[in-house]
């Protein structure tokens, strides 16, 4: 070790409080007490992670049919998460069937097929699919059941002192029970625990969690808070003083995010498959300490321990060495290396009728001193995968506090990864959209043609960094873009065309936030009107600073992000250009020549880029005054007086009538052509101009 590298010590447990508001829940229903409940252990990251966990309170429901009161299982539903779920997300099943479904049980063999039997037992026509973990909570005869995986539980769960520090924390009012694959007989064999250990108030599921009921709602959710607060505390006076992960040998890279900028299109590109990647980056201070740790090499190599982590990051992550991360041969050696491994794997453990081998690629790459990078076919997913392996890496920490760290058994972790059930689940997942696994970076974002261009490629499933010089309206239209598809999707960069330090980081965040790029819209404009006397020099050189140079340089800053990505089918270039760029215009000579300059550097980069499968394509505008900012300044009054007449309404049937098609041309016209050019639907399109001006002969191309 580095005698001048500061062994920093392990990162405590959170631990976590209740958060009950008796007033609150005094207003509601049964139900709602347990979605209340669920709401409250989802949202606490202390608690459960997304997605994980679940819970089920067995109330009273009038059957539909007899009009009698029955007892229903109220259990949260596959696929769902407690923090964010809603009523709907709940299985509602008949209590009395569930426990029937045992005459059909002969064994673990039959897991898979008590999961069929399940959709019988539905209450009330409910079409929430049941969780594998059903039998968990209608086999154990608590009025309230709580089943949960905070990273502080999972330690005690995956370590090899973690029954000896159950036993020692709670006394025996906490069981424990050895690995076994959620199902049904997982419920029974919990069933027959609690049946044989009256005195035990919740089961450590060895690898899995904790599950604990109570005869309340508040006090179920209290009891699972207070279990684990007992465990952090437990597990930070066993941390106390003491480095993790045999401490500290590489420090944190203080040029990290501009190595990550560059590391991540350098590995997507190198990500073979049907589908594009998507990129997350982490230097959070879990992913730091582990990277940076004597026994990353170690820990990494043995993968995750809980199933929700596991698939989520695969079976092991990808390590790369720091020092060579700009070397091209390297990184594909090692990603070819991996793919091989995980072919290697899956050889070893499939079964006569496992699903056809997935995607090889690794999901998580860790750099010493850089941090964790995680990809897959959406930007959510991908950040989900960074955070999975985070409490991963939390777990590893508390583990090897008492003992030994356990992972998965090869073979097991196999079995849960293709798992028919989860192979049945992902087929009836809806085909993703076109554009899921692009990445597009639109200049001028804040403007009109800017800001529906990124609503059209959002709406394909792309992800989209906006740039604009107008700080305060990129603000606003990220927000009400995050609101429409997610705060994930969407980036904002500052970013003032005209400035070369400026393009650069913007590419650079796009880079470093969604893994590199595959679409460019430059769109950033100004436009102007005058006389050649009255055209300054200044204003002469604003339009071509703009509209020439903006568009070279964030072209040129574009071309080492979609050269990566040659071999993954191309990419493409959308420059806006106008009408004003191929049909003369009196008193806008700046304006139209900045404009054909654009134009025609477009026609010059699609020569250049063809060769490394990067496609340029033009659009041309004209008169898009409805939302474009361009038209709320001088320019509308300039070309109102120059065509002589009211800037108001008058100038936009003055447009529309000039038009042969006597029709308005809006933000959302040229959007749509953007993201035509910009999508494989134009994969053989390149070098080609498309008027979007309602008929301009004037702008005819040919």
């Not at 479904?101 to 079409?127: I, K, Q, R, W």
């Not at 679409?519 to 071509?544: Q, Y």
């Not at 041309?665 to 080609?688: C, R, Y």
Request: glycine residues 8%; negative net charge; proline residues 5%.
């Amino acid at each position: 070790m580095n005698a001048h590298t500061p062994v920093a010590p392990a990162l405590p447990f959170a631990v976590p409080t209740s958060r009950w508001d008796d007033a609150h829940a005094a207003t509601l229903s049964p139900e709602e007490l347990l979605l209340y409940r669920s709401n409250l252990l989802g949202s606490d990251l202390t608690v459960t992670n997304f997605g994980g966990g679940n819970t089920s309170a067995k109330l009273t429901g009038t059957d539909p049919l007899t009009g009698e009161e029955v007892p229903v299982l109220w259990v949260k539903g596959s696929g769902g998460d407690i923090g964010s779920m809603k009523l709907d997300g709940f299985s509602t099943l008949y209590q009395e069937k569930l426990l029937a479904l045992e005459a059909h049980y002969s064994g673990p063999d039959d897991d898979d097929t008590m999961v069929g039997f399940l959709p019988h037992c539905t209450f009330n026509l409910n079409g929430r699919a049941a969780s594998i973990d059903t039998p968990l909570h209608s086999l154990l005869p608590f009025a309230h059941v709580d089943h949960v995986h905070p990273d502080a539980i999972i330690a005690l769960a995956a370590s090899s002192g973690g029954a000896a520090a159950t036993k020692e924390i709670w006394g025996g009012r906490i069981g424990w029970l050895p690995w076994k694959r959620p199902g049904y007989t997982l419920g029974v064999m919990l069933r027959d625990y609690v049946s044989a250990h009256p005195e035990v108030q919740g089961v450590m599921l060895a690898g899995h969690g904790i599950i604990c009921w109570a005869d309340t709602a508040k006090a179920a959710y209290e009891h699972t808070i207070s279990l684990i607060a007992d465990a952090a505390r437990y597990l930070n006076k066993a941390m106390a003083g003491k480095p993790a992960f045999g401490g500290q040998i590489v420090a944190p890279n203080p040029d990290r995010h501009a190595i990550a900028a560059d590391l991540m299109p350098r590995l997507r590109g190198l990500m073979t498959g049907a589908r594009r990647k998507v990129g997350h980056f982490s230097d959070d201070a879990e992913a730091l300490e582990f990277t940076g740790s004597a026994h990353l090499q170690r820990l990494a190599a043995l993968g995750t321990s809980c199933p929700d982590h596991f698939l989520r990051t695969k079976i092991a992550p990808l390590t790369l060495d720091p020092a060579r991360l700009t070397d091209d041969a390297y990184l594909a050696q090692q990603l070819a290396d991996y793919r091989a491994l995980y072919a290697a794997y899956y050889e070893r453990c499939k079964r006569p009728n496992s699903p056809a081998m997935r995607d090889p690629n690794p999901v998580v790459v860790l750099v010493p001193g850089l941090g964790r990078i995680t990809f897959a076919t959406d930007k959510t997913t991908a950040r989900l995968a960074g955070e999975f392996y985070g409490n991963a890496i939390n777990v590893m920490r508390g583990a090897e506090a008492i003992g030994d760290y356990i992972a998965l058994d090869e073979q097991e972790a196999f079995d849960i990864e293709y798992w028919l059930l989860e192979e049945a689940k992902l087929q009836r997942m809806p085909a993703p959209k076109p554009m899921v696994g692009r990445i597009a970076l639109v200049t001028g974002g804040a403007g009109g043609i800017g800001a529906a261009t990124a609503v059209r490629l959002l709406k394909e499933g792309a992800c989209v960094l906006l740039a604009d010089r107008d700080g305060e309206a990129l603000e606003a239209t990220r927000t009400g873009l995050a609101q429409r598809f997610g705060k994930d999707v969407i980036r904002t960069a500052t970013c003032d065309v005209t400035d070369e330090a400026a393009v650069a980081a913007a590419f650079a965040t796009c880079a470093r936030e969604f893994g590199g790029l595959d679409m460019l819209v430059a769109n950033a404009g100004i436009a102007s009107s005058a006389t050649i006397e009255e055209t300054t020099l200044s204003l002469w050189h604003r339009n071509h600073d703009v509209l020439a140079q903006g568009y070279f340089l964030t072209a040129r800053a574009a071309w080492p992000l979609l050269k990566r990505m040659k071999d993954q089918g191309g990419t493409s270039v959308v420059f806006i250009g106008s009408k004003n760029a191929v049909a003369a215009a009196a008193g806008a000579s700046a304006y139209a020549s900045a404009k054909a300059a654009a134009n025609h550097l477009a026609r010059c980069l699609a020569l250049e880029g063809a060769p490394d499968g990067i496609r340029v394509n033009i659009v041309n505008p004209d008169a898009v005054i409805r939302g474009s900012r361009i038209w709320d300044g001088d320019w509308r009054k300039e070309r109102a007086a120059a065509n002589k007449v009211d800037a108001g309404e008058e100038l936009e049937a003055h447009y529309r009538n000039r038009s042969m098609l006597k029709r308005d041309v809006l933000p959302e016209d040229i959007a749509e052509a953007a993201a035509w050019l910009a999508s494989d639907l134009s994969a053989k399109s390149t070098g080609n101009m498309i008027n979007v001006d309602a008929g301009n002969v004037q702008a005819f191309t040919r």
